[in-house]
């Protein structure tokens, strides 16, 4: 079982910076890609970015250059800095392990708000 565990979320003022974290946990061998995908209210979940286990990274066009997908083996852990944050980041991020079809597992998501 593939558990995973968002953290670093919270509250930050536009323009500013948050880093979140993925811990991943059980059957890590099954994952193919780590995915961060994010829901504002009223609107459909999307995806941000995601990385492949051979090192690829995809993102969102919305937040190319300022967002960065990255992950420490070591820890098990994947990370997505986000950087000149603005209003419509806010959003509850999820964490997610990908197979070849897409994403199979979700972790339960954290808050991030971006307000002055």
Not at 35 to 54: F, H, M
Not at 71 to 83: E, I, P, S
Request: hydrophobic letters at 35%; proline letters at 3%.
């Amino acid at each position: 079982q593939v558990r995973l565990v968002e953290s670093g979320g919270g509250l930050v003022q536009p323009g500013g910076s948050l880093r979140l974290s993925c811990a991943v946990s059980g059957g890590i061998f099954d994952i193919d890609a780590i995915g961060w995908y994010r829901q504002a209210p009223g609107k459909q979940r999307e995806l941000v970015a995601s990385a492949t286990s051979g090192g690829s990274t995809n993102y969102a066009y919305s937040v190319k250059g300022r967002f960065t997908i990255s992950r420490d083996n070591a820890k098990n852990t994947v990370y997505l800095q986000m950087n000149s944050l603005k209003h419509e980041t806010t959003a509850v991020y999820y964490c997610t392990a990908d197979n070849l079809w897409g994403p199979f597992n979700w972790g339960q998501g954290t808050q991030v708000t971006v307000s002055s």
